[in-house]
T-cell receptor, first 115, second 111 residues
Framework: GAVVSQHPSRVICKSGTSVKIECRSL??????MFWYRQFPKQSLMLMAT?????????EQGVEKDKFLINHASLTLSTLTVTSAHPEDSSFYIC???????????FGPGTRLTVL | SQQGEEDPQALSIQEGENATMNCSYK?????LQWYRQNSGRGLVHLIL?????REKHSGRLRVTLDTSKKSSSLLITASRAADTASYFC???????????FGQGTRLTINP
């Protein structure tokens, strides 16, 4: 089946630095990818929709200048958390729809810890 | 915005018993999906039920969908310790590819 990878799986950074998270579709092309954030013991919250060749669409309340999304190719989307702060510490998960519009493939997630 | 609600938020049962989790959503959907997540790990897709389906089975899983009530339920029969995890419903919004997740149910199976 289709596979989505994320890199890194874990990252620890200092407050004020920027962190880039990659999401790749390994054996299929994805013109759209989704980024979710999950705080401890909570559900997944959709942050934004990443669109290949155009600007990302952000959900209400998500700062687009803080969470930069670049969908550079049909297999890669990146999420950059700029000027990270401890409250940005979370589990970030990406997904990509498969050929069938009702299937979504999720990456394994990236755990970000901001000190 | 997150639109799904699930109950119970937490469920603890004995091994061998059945576990039922409920999910409600707010808008029209193409389908509804259930996922499992072990602590700190990624999501595992369990089952998908389309908007024109009312019930679906997969192994020990049984999912129902009532579009008139905008609700779904997941039944896990003959539970095992390995079923201990968080379970989330996710509704596929009609006209969009994105999924909106419910709040989740933390299921604990006691041996």
């Amino acid at each position: 089946g289709a596979v989505v990878s994320q890199h890194p799986s874990r990252v620890i950074c200092k407050s004020g630095t920027s962190v880039k998270i990659e999401c790749r579709s390994l054996d299929f092309q994805a013109t759209t990818m989704f980024w979710y954030r999950q705080f401890p013991k909570q559900s997944l919250m959709l942050m934004a929709t990443s669109n290949e060749g155009s600007k990302a669409t952000y959900e209400q309340g998500v700062e687009k200048d803080k969470f930069l999304i670049n969908h550079a190719s049909l297999t890669l989307s990146t999420l950059t958390v700029t000027s990270a702060h401890p409250e940005d510490s979370s589990f970030y998960i990406c997904s990509a729809p498969g050929l069938r519009t009702d299937t979504q493939y999720f990456g394994p997630g990236t755990r970000l810890t901001v000190l | 915005s997150q639109q799904g609600e699930e109950d119970p938020q937490a469920l603890s049962i004995q091994e061998g018993e059945n576990a039922t989790m409920n999910c409600s959503y707010k808008t029209s959907i193409n389908n509804l999906q259930w996922y499992r997540q072990n602590s700190g790990r990624g999501l595992v897709h369990l089952i998908l039920i389309r908007s024109n389906e009312r019930e679906k089975h997969s192994g020990r899983l049984r999912v129902t969908l009532d579009t008139s009530k905008k609700s779904s339920s997941l039944l896990i029969t003959a539970s095992r310790a390995a079923d201990t995890a968080s379970y989330f419903c996710a509704s596929a919004i009609q006209g969009a590819q994105k999924l909106v997740f419910g709040q989740g149910t933390r299921l604990t199976i006691n041996p």
